[in-house]
T-cell receptor
Framework: ETGVTQTPRHLVMGMTNKKSLKCEQHLGHNAMYWYKQSAKKPLELMFVYSLEERVENNSVPSRFSPECPNSSHLFLHLHTLQPEDSALYLC??????????????????FGPGTRLTVL | DAKTTQPTSMDCAEGRAANLPCNHSTISGNEYVYWYRQIHSQGPQYIIHGLKNNETNEMASLIITEDRKSSTLILPHATLRDTAVYYCIVRVGALSGGSNYKLTFGKGTLLTVNP
Protein backbone atom coordinates (compact mmCIF):
# COMPACT_ATOMS: atom_id res chain seq x y z
CA GLU A 1 0.00 0.00 0.00
CA THR A 2 1.21 3.47 -0.80
CA GLY A 3 0.01 6.94 0.08
CA VAL A 4 -2.95 7.44 2.39
CA THR A 5 -5.59 4.74 2.78
CA GLN A 6 -8.99 4.93 4.44
CA THR A 7 -11.44 2.27 5.52
CA PRO A 8 -14.25 1.71 5.10
CA ARG A 9 -14.92 3.53 1.84
CA HIS A 10 -18.66 3.59 2.49
CA LEU A 11 -20.53 3.43 5.80
CA VAL A 12 -24.22 3.54 6.62
CA MET A 13 -25.12 3.81 10.28
CA GLY A 14 -28.09 4.55 12.48
CA MET A 15 -28.12 7.41 14.96
CA THR A 16 -27.62 5.05 17.91
CA ASN A 17 -24.70 3.14 16.41
CA LYS A 18 -21.02 3.43 17.28
CA LYS A 19 -18.55 3.10 14.45
CA SER A 20 -14.97 4.06 13.66
CA LEU A 21 -13.22 5.37 10.57
CA LYS A 22 -9.61 4.36 10.03
CA CYS A 23 -6.81 6.13 8.20
CA GLU A 24 -3.28 4.92 7.56
CA GLN A 25 -0.45 6.80 5.91
CA HIS A 26 2.59 5.16 4.36
CA LEU A 27 4.51 8.36 3.61
CA GLY A 28 6.56 8.76 6.78
CA HIS A 29 4.73 11.96 7.70
CA ASN A 30 4.46 13.36 11.22
CA ALA A 31 1.05 15.06 10.98
CA MET A 32 -2.42 13.73 10.19
CA TYR A 33 -5.74 15.47 9.61
CA TRP A 34 -9.47 14.83 9.47
CA TYR A 35 -11.60 16.89 7.10
CA LYS A 36 -15.33 16.87 6.48
CA GLN A 37 -16.91 17.63 3.11
CA SER A 38 -20.68 18.06 3.11
CA ALA A 39 -22.66 18.27 -0.11
CA LYS A 40 -21.81 21.40 -2.10
CA LYS A 41 -19.66 22.83 0.70
CA PRO A 42 -15.89 23.39 0.86
CA LEU A 43 -13.72 21.05 2.86
CA GLU A 44 -13.78 21.81 6.60
CA LEU A 45 -10.80 20.99 8.77
CA MET A 46 -11.90 19.02 11.84
CA PHE A 47 -8.81 17.81 13.69
CA VAL A 48 -5.03 17.97 13.34
CA TYR A 49 -2.53 15.69 15.03
CA SER A 50 1.16 16.53 15.08
CA LEU A 51 3.53 13.90 16.46
CA GLU A 52 0.46 12.12 17.86
CA GLU A 53 -0.72 15.15 19.83
CA ARG A 54 -3.91 16.95 18.91
CA VAL A 55 -3.06 20.51 17.89
CA GLU A 56 -6.35 21.60 16.39
CA ASN A 57 -9.99 20.96 17.17
CA ASN A 58 -12.20 23.13 15.01
CA SER A 59 -15.22 23.30 17.33
CA VAL A 60 -16.20 19.78 16.39
CA PRO A 61 -19.08 18.22 18.39
CA SER A 62 -18.07 15.63 20.97
CA ARG A 63 -19.91 12.90 19.09
CA PHE A 64 -16.78 12.86 16.89
CA SER A 65 -13.78 11.54 18.83
CA PRO A 66 -10.37 11.29 17.14
CA GLU A 67 -7.54 9.00 18.17
CA CYS A 68 -3.96 8.94 16.94
CA PRO A 69 -2.12 5.94 18.45
CA ASN A 70 1.02 6.51 16.36
CA SER A 71 2.22 8.69 13.51
CA SER A 72 0.91 6.31 10.85
CA HIS A 73 -2.62 5.72 12.08
CA LEU A 74 -5.58 7.96 12.74
CA PHE A 75 -9.08 7.02 13.80
CA LEU A 76 -12.35 8.91 14.01
CA HIS A 77 -14.77 7.33 16.47
CA LEU A 78 -18.42 8.10 15.82
CA HIS A 79 -21.33 7.81 18.24
CA THR A 80 -24.92 9.10 18.34
CA LEU A 81 -24.52 10.92 15.04
CA GLN A 82 -27.22 12.99 13.38
CA PRO A 83 -28.42 12.78 9.78
CA GLU A 84 -26.72 16.14 9.07
CA ASP A 85 -23.38 14.46 9.82
CA SER A 86 -23.71 12.55 6.55
CA ALA A 87 -20.73 13.63 4.46
CA LEU A 88 -17.45 12.58 2.88
CA TYR A 89 -14.80 12.27 5.60
CA LEU A 90 -11.27 12.74 4.38
CA CYS A 91 -7.98 11.96 6.01
CA UNK A 92 -4.73 13.66 5.03
CA UNK A 93 -1.11 13.59 6.14
CA UNK A 94 1.94 15.80 5.77
CA UNK A 95 5.23 16.77 7.27
CA UNK A 96 5.05 19.69 9.66
CA UNK A 97 7.76 22.20 10.51
CA UNK A 98 10.47 21.57 11.35
CA UNK A 99 10.79 19.45 8.23
CA UNK A 100 12.98 16.37 8.27
CA UNK A 101 16.43 16.83 6.82
CA UNK A 102 16.31 16.86 3.02
CA UNK A 103 12.59 17.64 2.82
CA UNK A 104 11.38 20.88 1.36
CA UNK A 105 7.62 20.59 1.42
CA UNK A 106 4.77 20.26 3.88
CA UNK A 107 2.26 19.32 1.18
CA UNK A 108 -0.83 17.52 2.45
CA UNK A 109 -1.77 14.26 0.76
CA PHE A 110 -5.33 13.00 1.00
CA GLY A 111 -6.90 9.58 1.22
CA PRO A 112 -9.86 8.49 -0.91
CA GLY A 113 -12.39 9.33 1.80
CA THR A 114 -15.20 7.52 3.61
CA ARG A 115 -18.71 8.29 2.41
CA LEU A 116 -20.82 8.29 5.59
CA THR A 117 -24.60 8.13 5.59
CA VAL A 118 -26.46 8.52 8.89
CA LEU A 119 -30.03 7.29 8.87
CA ASP B 1 -3.70 33.05 4.01
CA ALA B 2 -4.48 35.15 0.95
CA LYS B 3 -7.79 34.71 -0.84
CA THR B 4 -7.98 33.30 -4.37
CA THR B 5 -10.44 33.87 -7.20
CA GLN B 6 -11.13 31.23 -9.85
CA PRO B 7 -13.73 30.91 -12.60
CA THR B 8 -16.63 28.71 -11.61
CA SER B 9 -16.34 26.44 -14.62
CA MET B 10 -14.37 25.86 -17.83
CA ASP B 11 -14.57 23.51 -20.77
CA CYS B 12 -11.73 21.99 -22.72
CA ALA B 13 -11.56 19.66 -25.71
CA GLU B 14 -9.85 16.33 -25.20
CA GLY B 15 -6.22 16.43 -26.31
CA ARG B 16 -5.97 20.20 -26.05
CA ALA B 17 -4.21 22.15 -23.34
CA ALA B 18 -6.32 23.24 -20.39
CA ASN B 19 -5.31 26.57 -18.88
CA LEU B 20 -6.86 27.26 -15.49
CA PRO B 21 -6.39 30.79 -14.13
CA CYS B 22 -6.23 31.91 -10.52
CA ASN B 23 -6.04 35.41 -9.08
CA HIS B 24 -4.35 35.97 -5.73
CA SER B 25 -3.69 39.70 -5.69
CA THR B 26 -3.14 39.90 -1.91
CA ILE B 27 -0.50 37.15 -1.80
CA SER B 28 2.37 37.72 0.62
CA GLY B 29 6.03 37.09 -0.08
CA ASN B 30 6.15 33.92 2.01
CA GLU B 31 2.98 32.37 0.59
CA TYR B 32 3.05 29.48 -1.86
CA VAL B 33 0.52 28.75 -4.59
CA TYR B 34 -0.84 25.18 -4.41
CA TRP B 35 -3.10 23.36 -6.84
CA TYR B 36 -5.24 20.37 -6.00
CA ARG B 37 -8.02 18.68 -7.90
CA GLN B 38 -10.96 16.59 -6.76
CA ILE B 39 -12.68 14.10 -8.97
CA HIS B 40 -16.29 13.55 -7.96
CA SER B 41 -16.61 12.02 -4.47
CA GLN B 42 -12.90 11.23 -4.18
CA GLY B 43 -10.20 12.75 -2.00
CA PRO B 44 -8.38 15.85 -3.29
CA GLN B 45 -5.28 15.05 -5.31
CA TYR B 46 -2.18 17.21 -5.02
CA ILE B 47 -1.01 18.51 -8.40
CA ILE B 48 1.76 21.06 -8.02
CA HIS B 49 2.91 24.06 -6.02
CA GLY B 50 5.31 26.97 -6.41
CA LEU B 51 6.58 30.14 -4.81
CA LYS B 52 7.70 32.41 -7.63
CA ASN B 53 9.39 30.32 -10.30
CA ASN B 54 7.44 28.37 -12.89
CA GLU B 55 7.18 24.71 -12.01
CA THR B 56 6.56 21.56 -14.04
CA ASN B 57 5.98 17.97 -13.06
CA GLU B 58 4.51 14.89 -14.69
CA MET B 59 0.97 16.14 -14.20
CA ALA B 60 1.02 19.83 -15.02
CA SER B 61 2.86 23.13 -15.29
CA LEU B 62 2.40 26.11 -13.02
CA ILE B 63 3.03 29.58 -14.39
CA ILE B 64 3.23 32.37 -11.81
CA THR B 65 3.30 35.99 -12.96
CA GLU B 66 6.28 38.10 -12.03
CA ASP B 67 4.25 40.16 -9.55
CA ARG B 68 2.84 36.87 -8.14
CA LYS B 69 -0.70 38.24 -8.21
CA SER B 70 -1.97 35.50 -10.50
CA SER B 71 -1.07 32.07 -11.77
CA THR B 72 -2.14 29.55 -14.39
CA LEU B 73 -2.25 25.79 -14.11
CA ILE B 74 -1.64 24.10 -17.45
CA LEU B 75 -2.64 20.54 -18.25
CA PRO B 76 -0.80 20.09 -21.55
CA HIS B 77 -2.96 17.38 -23.11
CA ALA B 78 -6.28 17.12 -21.29
CA THR B 79 -8.03 13.75 -21.15
CA LEU B 80 -11.53 12.81 -20.06
CA ARG B 81 -10.06 11.65 -16.74
CA ASP B 82 -8.96 15.22 -16.04
CA THR B 83 -12.58 16.29 -15.55
CA ALA B 84 -12.61 17.50 -11.93
CA VAL B 85 -12.86 20.51 -9.64
CA TYR B 86 -9.51 22.30 -9.52
CA TYR B 87 -8.57 24.27 -6.42
CA CYS B 88 -6.01 27.07 -6.27
CA ILE B 89 -4.85 27.62 -2.69
CA VAL B 90 -2.44 30.16 -1.27
CA ARG B 91 -0.76 29.35 2.03
CA VAL B 92 2.35 29.97 4.05
CA GLY B 93 4.78 27.12 3.54
CA ALA B 94 6.87 25.29 6.11
CA LEU B 95 10.10 26.82 4.88
CA SER B 96 8.82 30.16 6.14
CA GLY B 97 9.08 28.81 9.65
CA GLY B 98 6.46 27.75 12.12
CA SER B 99 3.75 25.14 11.79
CA ASN B 100 1.10 25.99 9.24
CA TYR B 101 -1.29 23.15 8.71
CA LYS B 102 -4.15 25.25 7.43
CA LEU B 103 -5.25 24.41 3.89
CA THR B 104 -8.35 26.39 2.97
CA PHE B 105 -10.32 25.11 0.01
CA GLY B 106 -12.62 27.49 -1.84
CA LYS B 107 -15.15 26.57 -4.51
CA GLY B 108 -12.59 25.90 -7.25
CA THR B 109 -13.08 25.59 -11.01
CA LEU B 110 -15.05 22.72 -12.48
CA LEU B 111 -13.09 21.67 -15.55
CA THR B 112 -15.05 19.56 -18.00
CA VAL B 113 -13.03 17.84 -20.70
CA ASN B 114 -15.21 17.05 -23.70
CA PRO B 115 -14.59 14.29 -26.26
Amino acid sequence: ETGVTQTPRHLVMGMTNKKSLKCEQHLGHNAMYWYKQSAKKPLELMFVYSLEERVENNSVPSRFSPECPNSSHLFLHLHTLQPEDSALYLCASSHLYPLPSGMSTDTQYFGPGTRLTVL
Amino acid sequence: DAKTTQPTSMDCAEGRAANLPCNHSTISGNEYVYWYRQIHSQGPQYIIHGLKNNETNEMASLIITEDRKSSTLILPHATLRDTAVYYCIVRVGALSGGSNYKLTFGKGTLLTVNP
